[in-house]
């Protein structure tokens, strides 16, 4: 399910497009070292980087369009673990390790790590966070697209950076070296800040994921029901860095995170 191209975000959508196709024009048009001295009538590198920069756009328009896990229905109890002895030993020990709660605001039943995002006016499953540059929440749906691109679109502004530093032309003063590369110099501040803000995003993002935690969780360790009454450096979802890693980059579908809860539960008890 995907939304609309000219529904909510397109805007940013097409900010996003518009300085992505500008940067990348001012970087092109220079005399870089993206071209070979070579007389040759096809330059392989523009193509591989056009087709690079043409592939993180596409990403970004996937993970801004699709639907992040909105929770439509009421969750059905089959994902509910089964009530065996134990089990219910462990609710009876700590009541908000599988009860499920109703939203206030859309009145549908919420599976465990779902939130309401008031942008977006629905619940999310696997609530991490909403994004204002994809207009879009990211959840447990469009999460690894998110990851995904983000990696792609930090090699881009890598190699967009060796670009526009191979580009600058010397001069005699100060005015004349501004005047001359003005339009990459202004292109290589949006591209330093760009990186500075992804590689700050993949790097949080990935540490996170290898410890099973949401950024609205770890954020807001201490208001969400299911957590407030684990120790602080406790986490009922975490089942070891390379377990966390399989499963989020490896696992289909909706995750039943009531029994991973549940049994982390009964282990710690």
Same mark, same amino acid.
């Given at each position: 399910?995907?939304?609309?191209?000219?529904?909510?975000?397109?805007?940013?959508? #097409?900010?996003? =497009?518009? $300085?992505?196709? &500008? *940067? !990348? +024009?001012?970087?092109?048009?220079?005399?870089?070292?993206?071209?070979?001295?070579?007389?040759?009538?096809?330059?392989?590198?523009?193509?591989?980087?056009?087709?690079?920069? #043409?592939?993180? =756009?596409? $990403?970004?328009? &996937? *993970? !801004? +369009?699709?639907?992040?896990?909105?929770?439509?229905?009421?969750?059905?109890?089959?994902?509910?673990?089964?009530?065996?002895?134990?089990?219910?030993?462990?609710?009876?020990?700590?009541?908000?390790?599988?009860?499920?709660?109703?939203?206030?605001?859309?009145?549908?039943?919420?599976?465990?790590?779902?939130?309401?995002?008031?942008?977006?006016?629905?619940?999310?499953?696997?609530?991490?966070?909403?994004?204002?540059?994809?207009?879009?929440?990211?959840?447990?749906?469009?999460?690894?697209?998110?990851?995904?691109?983000?990696?792609?679109?930090?090699?881009?502004?890598?190699?967009?950076?060796?670009?526009?530093?191979?580009?600058?032309?010397?001069?005699?003063?100060?005015?004349?070296?501004?005047?001359?590369?003005?339009?990459?110099?202004?292109?290589?501040?949006?591209?330093?800040?760009?990186?500075?803000?992804?590689?700050?995003?993949?790097?949080?993002?990935?540490?996170?994921?290898?410890?099973?935690?949401?950024?609205?969780?770890?954020?807001?360790?201490?208001?969400?029901?299911?957590?407030?009454?684990?120790?602080?450096?406790?986490?009922?979802?975490?089942?070891?860095?390379?377990?966390?890693?399989?499963?989020?980059?490896?696992?289909?579908?909706?995750?039943?995170?009531?029994?991973?809860?549940?049994?982390?539960?009964?282990?710690?008890?």
């Amino acid at each position: 399910m995907f939304h609309s191209v000219w529904g909510s975000g397109c805007g940013i959508r #097409t900010v996003h =497009t518009l $300085l992505t196709c &500008g *940067v !990348s +024009l001012v970087l092109l048009l220079h005399d870089t070292d993206l071209y070979s001295r070579e007389d040759v009538w096809i330059q392989p590198r523009p193509l591989v980087f056009v087709l690079m920069v #043409t592939c993180s =756009t596409a $990403l970004y328009y &996937g *993970v !801004s +369009l699709m639907d992040p896990g909105f929770v439509l229905t009421d969750c059905d109890d089959k994902y509910l673990p089964l009530p065996t002895n134990e089990q219910q030993e462990v609710t009876s020990l700590n009541p908000g390790a599988v009860r499920m709660r109703r939203c206030g605001y859309c009145l549908l039943k919420q599976p465990m790590r779902a939130r309401h995002c008031k942008s977006c006016r629905r619940c999310v499953r696997r609530y991490d966070h909403h994004c204002p540059w994809i207009e879009n929440c990211v959840g447990e749906k469009n999460h690894r697209v998110f990851i995904l691109y983000l990696a792609l679109q930090l090699v881009v502004l890598l190699w967009a950076i060796r670009i526009a530093w191979s580009g600058f032309y010397s001069a005699g003063t100060w005015s004349e070296w501004l005047r001359t590369n003005i339009f990459l110099l202004a292109a290589s501040m949006v591209i330093g800040f760009v990186t500075t803000v992804v590689i700050l995003l993949l790097v949080s993002h990935l540490y996170l994921i290898s410890c099973n935690v949401t950024t609205w969780e770890f954020m807001s360790y201490h208001r969400i029901s299911y957590l407030k009454d684990c120790d602080s450096d406790a986490n009922p979802f975490d089942r070891g860095v390379l377990r966390n890693l399989w499963g989020f980059f490896c696992t289909c579908g909706n995750v039943a995170w009531e029994r991973v809860y549940s049994r982390d539960t009964y282990n710690t008890v």
